[in-house]
């Protein structure tokens, strides 16, 4: 696994999304949880982030990055998610 290689800790929740979500709800969920506070900041300067230090020893397994297989695109379409991969590695 990733975290396995670079001998980080492992997982201990998997979060999953909804392919029409937005990207920032899936952000504050996983901080909220990490947290503890129902409605965290996402502003790195604010109190919540040096108050609450124990939220950064969590560690997650965050499923938005993985592929729809269930879209049908071959290879070269703008719908085909398997052959992007060149495109966001850079």
């Not at 504050?28 to 020893?57: C, K, N, W, Y």
């Not at 071959?74 to 052959?83: E, K, L, M, V």
Request: charged share 20%.
């Amino acid at each position: 696994s990733f975290s396995g290689f670079f001998h980080a800790p492992r997982p201990t929740v998997h979060v999953v999304h909804a392919w029409d979500a937005k990207f920032r709800d899936l952000v504050v969920a996983v901080t909220a949880h990490a947290t503890g506070i129902p409605a965290p900041s996402l502003d790195s300067s604010h109190v919540m982030f040096r108050e609450v230090q124990s939220a950064f020893d969590r560690c997650y397994f965050v499923d938005a990055f993985c592929v729809d297989q269930n879209v049908p695109a071959p290879i070269g379409d703008q719908y085909c998610q398997t052959d992007k991969f060149d495109l966001v590695i850079d």
